[in-house]
Every structure is written in structure tokens, then in C-alpha cells.
């Protein structure tokens, strides 16, 4: 009796570590270059467009007032399937407005022109180069892609430990806190929908820019929005840097946010 | 050893079927979770970690503070420990259950947990955090048990003991190091940005865990044969004014950094806590509380006339446990979220339906901590009778 429950334990124990040995195993296999599995080769769209980094200049002289903004958050809710909660609670929000001293709050000068403070300042993820919440992910469910920068997230492998909306200081990340598709207007088919439970947040339209299409946002703003490669010193977002003062959020942070507005 | 946990008297069999309707009904509530989503919590896109976060981060540090009777007593050979060692251990490994608990019943897709191992980030502090909780957990049931049963085997426990039992000790203080690393490494959350706060959090612990260590020494007495000792439960005491004093010390550190530098960043957050801010000021008469309650706790610590009297001493533990838990298990988490980062208000209230499933958790932890006490209680019954 007492033998046979001390050899169940000791299986049981086994057979745990076993668990936990397997992804070291692996890439010990791998290194020897045995079970060499082939990786999946992505053949890119011919029209795709690159960068090294891709980067939003927002010019927020030409935003006067929220009907500026709201066909911009519309196209994007509309095409990403984003839901619209009636609980404030439970936003999800890509793409939105704020005023000027939420989105640089400790920035904002006292007495500041009238014209600022009224102003819509329009907030999304901002692709940083040194992301904190790709640093937190236990699980690598957001990465930083290599090919261009863009912060992503994987809605599958996500486990919603929410770790990484602890840590983004811009407050750019969602959490499904029930299930979004009923509250989806009309569903896209081009793109995948959520379930509960999975952080979301604003991906730069990378589905669109696999296929040579400028982001939603930017195609809808006409002209006040500008993308492009921050690498690229003839790019259009450059020549704006350049030519404008820019300013960005939290700067001080060091996350090297990708989004620049010109005050 | 077990089966001394499953035979005990009336009183035994409700104290735990009591537990275990709190349980179900935490259960219940959990299943509605698991179906709508965290949705019936009070959590919100501002405030995204909450009740059940908060209730982890205190219970890493009960967990934590069992170190204090194993420390003295393999360190330093202070002998009198030697009778409450176990408790100290097997109240780490009911409090890492309860932490591990809290953490599944947070996550959004509790089902895809594996995924921390199979894609395993040694990046992120939250892997970390689960190597070090598993990590004491394992160590404490290897320990407590393979020393249980060498006592009453009345032979010396195994030499390959002794060298996880000093690993455990440095191990205790990882997890809660660890812990206080979630949030400390943080862009951008200026409460929580502090080198103070691993310092903080163990202070708090080796305070809330040796007096709740100190209330159950006392039940234990007098529900059973064994006595834990009145020097045994002085020491303890003597550790828990220190630790609350070095914790409220701590606190009042950080107030003057924040408050002398004047950024507002940092002084927002516990205006938040403490006065209030944007007429938001749910938080207030808490904080307060928990100030109080720590401060007459040290009061009734401290003072060797009110230590030596195990009735107040009973009192003071009390306090201190709740004062320290509504430090950590209330404000900690709510206070480092609001203001927002982009300042704006929203408060975070626990819903019921939180309130109840965090309940159900602390009761499962409390049916097993019962349930090894039992245990280590009938084991020493046996060899002092």
C-alpha cells in the first residue's frame, strides 16, 4: 500500500518535470541540429509596403473638433471589428481623442492658449522602439515585430494576465471584459473578431500595409495624419519632423514612442 | 501524516464544512466568471489589476514571513522555534496556494496558463514571479513534511534537507522581491516607482505573517493539547513590532520623497489614497484605517506591558494584520492605477461578485492551512503527551 502510493507520487513527480523539460529538451535538439523543424515561409504581397520603423506624424494644427476625429475611429472600429461597449468600463478603445493635457499630462502649460486646450488630440498606441509591454508579456503574445516595427498581439496565445496594460504608460491597450461580438455592429470578415478574456489594442494596420494599403486612419484623415518609415531620411514623416517641432508623449520615458504630433 | 487530518471532533468537522460552503458559493461565483468574463469584476480598462492582484500581492508576503521562525531557528539554532517551525512553513505553503489561486482566477483565458512555460519569457518579471512562487511552494511541502515525519519518527531528518532548507530561507525573501518587481519596473506608474517597494512589501510581510502566525499559535493552545509556547509567541511578537515599525517607517520615507520633491506624477497617487483627488475619495476613510490600525498595532507591539499580555498581544495582531492588508490589499493596487496614465479618475470599486470569489479563495487557503495544522498539531500531541 505504502510502496505503491510513494511509486504514484514519484511518477506523478516525474512525469511533471518531464512537462517542464520539454521546451529545454527542444532546444537542445535544436541546437544540435537534429529536429530542425522547417520554419514557415510567409511569400509577402508584391505591393507590401516596408520600413524599418513605421512612424505617424498626427498634425494636430489641422484637428479643429471632434467631427475631425470621429471618421478616423470610425474606419478603424469598422474595419478591426472593434466592439462598442455601452459600459464605460469595458471600452475598448484603438483609436481616440483626448484632450491636449491627457495626452501629455504633466506637459501642458497652465494658461495655455484657448485654442490647444480645445483642440482634439487624437491617442493610439504608439509603436514604442523600447516597448514595455512587450517586455512584460509573460508569454511573447505582444512582440515588437523585427520587420518594421510594429508592436503586435497575438489574441491567441494571449492568457489576459493584463501585465502588459500595467505597464504601457499611454493607457493604449483594451481588455475584452466579456465577449465583443455582440457588440460589434457589423461584423468584418477580413479580420479576425476577439473572444473574452484577450488584451487588444491598435496594430498600425498591418493587415492593410502586408497588402501596399496606407493604415485606415491615415487614408481617411486626409492628409492630416502621415505614415511612413522613421529610417528613411527622404520619407514624408521625416521631411515633416524636420521641417515641424514635434513632440511625443511621455518622451521622458524612454520607450521612444513612433508617434509625433505637430503642436 | 494524513490521516491525522481527517480524524478530529465536531467542532473540527464544522469549522471546516463551514469553509467549504464559502468555498462553493466562491465557486459558484467563479463559474459565472468563467462564462461572462471578468467583466463581473470592477475592474476596468484604467484600473486593470485589482481585488484579486491585490489579495496575491499581501498573501506572497503571509507566505513570505514564515521565513521568520524558519531563519532563527536553522540560522541562528535559537531552539525555542524549534516548536513552531512547522507552522511557519506549512502557513508559506496555504498562503502560495491562495497566491496561486488568485492569480488563475484573475487571468482572462485561465486555460491557456501553459502557455507561460511553453513560451517561456525570461523577460517579463510575471515568469519569474511564477518560478519563485512554485519554486517556495515545492520547497516548503518537501521540507515541512519530510521534517514532520522525522519528528515523529522521533530519528533526525534527512541530510539532504539541510540544504534546502537554507535555500529556502534567501527563497522566501525572493518571492516577495520578485513580487514588488511587477510592478516597481513600471514606466510610467509613479506610485509604484519606488526602490523602496520590495523593502516595503517584505516589512509589511515579516509583520502580517509571524502575527497572523501569533493568532493561530494562540487557537492552537487552546484547541488542542499542544502549547506553541509562551516564549515561542513572545519572539514572535518581538518580530512583528519591529517589522511593523520598520514598515511604517518605510511609508513615511516615501511620503517625503514624494512630497518634499513635489512631483506631481507621484503625489497624485497618494492624494488619491489619502485625501482624495478630482472628488474621487472611496480610498480615504481606509487609508486612514489602515494608518491607525498599524499605529496602535506598534503601540501595543512595542510596549512590553501590553506584548506580555497574550490578550492584547491577541488584539494587536489583529490590527496589524488588517491594517496591513488594507494597506496592501486595498490601496497598493488601486492607488498605482489612479490617476490613469493619461489622468483621468475612474474609480475602482471590488464588485460583490469579486468580493465573494476572492473569499471563496481565502477559505480554500484556510481549509488547507487547517487541515496541516491538524496534522502538525496531532503529530506533536503525540510526542509531548
Not at chain 1, 537542445?28 to 506624424?57: N, R, S, Y
Not at chain 1, 489594442?201 to 493604415?215: D, H, I, S, T, Y
Amino acid at each position: 500500500m505504502d510502496s505503491s502510493r510513494r511509486r504514484v507520487l514519484q511518477l506523478l513527480g516525474l512525469s511533471s518535470l518531464a512537462l517542464t523539460a520539454t521546451p529545454v529538451l527542444n532546444a537542445f535538439a535544436k541546437e544540435a541540429g537534429h529536429t530542425e523543424e522547417p520554419e514557415p515561409i510567409i511569400k509577402p504581397d508584391k505591393k507590401a509596403l516596408t520600413a524599418k520603423q513605421w512612424a505617424m506624424v498626427i498634425d494636430t494644427r489641422r484637428f479643429k473638433s471632434a467631427a475631425d476625429v470621429e471618421p478616423l475611429a470610425a474606419v478603424c472600429d469598422t474595419i478591426h471589428n472593434v466592439p462598442h461597449l455601452q459600459n464605460k468600463r469595458h471600452e475598448i478603445k484603438w483609436i481616440w481623442e483626448t484632450h491636449y493635457h491627457n495626452a501629455f499630462p504633466g506637459e501642458a502649460g497652465r494658461f495655455l492658449s484657448e485654442e490647444v486646450e480645445q483642440r482634439p488630440f487624437i491617442v493610439l498606441c504608439n509603436h514604442c522602439e523600447n516597448p514595455p509591454c512587450v517586455r512584460a508579456c509573460p508569454t511573447k503574445a505582444t512582440f515588437k515585430r523585427e520587420s518594421d516595427g510594429i508592436v503586435l498581439m497575438d489574441f491567441h496565445r494571449c492568457i489576459g494576465c493584463r501585465f502588459c496594460m500595467a505597464a504601457c504608460p499611454f493607457g493604449a491597450r483594451s481588455f475584452n471584459y466579456r465577449d465583443p461580438r455582440p457588440f460589434i455592429k457589423k461584423i468584418n470578415s477580413q479580420y479576425p473578431t476577439r473572444m473574452k478574456g484577450v488584451v487588444e489594442k491598435c496594430n498600425f494596420c498591418a493587415e492593410r500595409l502586408a497588402v501596399g494599403q496606407m493604415p485606415a486612419c491615415v487614408e481617411a484623415s486626409g492628409g492630416k495624419l502621415t505614415f511612413g518609415d522613421l529610417y528613411d531620411p527622404q520619407s514624408e514623416v521625416r521631411e515633416l519632423i524636420r521641417a515641424n517641432y514635434t513632440i511625443r508623449r511621455k518622451q521622458v520615458l524612454g520607450t521612444e514612442p513612433s508617434v509625433y504630433y505637430i503642436v | 501524516m494524513l490521516e491525522l487530518a481527517i480524524k478530529g471532533g465536531k467542532k473540527y468537522y464544522g469549522w471546516m464544512t463551514f469553509l467549504l460552503v464559502i468555498v462553493g458559493v466562491g465557486f459558484l461565483f467563479y463559474l459565472r466568471q468563467l462564462d461572462f468574463g471578468l467583466g463581473i469584476t470592477g475592474l476596468s480598462r484604467d484600473t486593470s489589476w485589482g481585488f484579486y492582484i491585490a489579495n496575491f500581492t499581501f498573501l506572497v508576503g503571509v507566505a513570505a514571513g514564515g521565513v521568520m521562525v524558519v531563519l532563527p531557528y536553522y540560522l541562528h539554532d535559537y531552539k525555542a522555534f524549534g516548536r513552531v517551525t512547522i507552522l511557519g512553513e506549512f502557513l508559506a505553503i496555504a498562503s502560495v496556494l491562495m497566491c496561486v489561486t488568485f492569480i488563475l482566477v484573475d487571468l482572462g483565458q485561465p486555460t491557456r496558463i501553459l502557455n507561460v512555460f511553453i513560451y517561456f519569457s525570461p523577460r517579463s518579471v510575471l515568469f519569474w514571479d511564477t518560478i519563485v512562487l512554485n519554486g517556495y511552494l515545492f520547497l516548503n511541502i518537501i521540507i515541512g513534511w519530510n521534517v514532520l515525519e522525522a519528528e515523529r519518527n522521533q530519528v533526525h531528518y534527512q541530510a539532504w534537507l539541510k540544504p534546502l532548507i537554507y535555500i529556502s530561507i534567501p527563497w522566501a525573501v525572493s518571492i516577495h522581491t520578485v513580487t514588488a518587481f511587477l510592478y516597481c519596473g513600471l514606466p510610467g506608474r509613479g506610485f509604484w516607482m519606488t526602490a523602496i517597494l520590495a523593502p516595503r512589501f517584505l516589512s509589511s510581510a515579516f509583520a502580517a505573517g509571524p502575527a497572523l502566525l501569533i493568532l493561530c499559535c494562540l487557537i492552537i493552545r487552546r484547541v488542542s493539547n499542544f502549547d506553541p509556547g509562551r516564549e515561542q509567541i513572545q519572539s514572535l511578537a518581538k518580530i512583528v513590532a519591529y517589522a511593523i515599525c520598520i514598515n511604517v517607517f518605510f511609508f513615511l520615507c516615501e511620503v517625503f520623497v514624494t512630497f518634499y520633491s513635489n512631483i506631481p506624477e507621484h503625489m497624485d497617487h497618494i492624494k488619491y489614497l489619502f485625501i482624495g483627488l478630482q472628488g474621487h475619495a472611496a480610498y480615504v476613510p481606509w487609508m486612514w484605517t489602515s494608518m491607525g490600525l498599524m499605529l496602535i498595532g506598534i503601540i501595543l507591539t512595542v510596549n512590553p506591558i501590553t506584548r506580555k499580555n497574550e490578550g492584547v498581544l491577541a488584539v494587536a495582531c489583529v490590527l496589524i494584520f488588517l491594517g496591513t492588508w488594507i494597506d496592501k490589499g486595498l490601496g497598493m493596487i488601486a492607488g498605482g492605477f489612479t490617476p490613469s496614465p493619461l489622468h483621468e479618475v475612474n474609480e475602482y470599486i471590488p464588485s460583490l461578485p469579486e468580493i465573494l470569489i476572492a473569499l471563496g479563495v481565502w477559505a480554500m487557503g484556510f481549509l488547507v492551512l487547517t487541515a496541516l495544522f491538524k496534522m502538525a498539531v496531532g503529530v506533536k500531541e503525540e510526542l509531548h503527551d
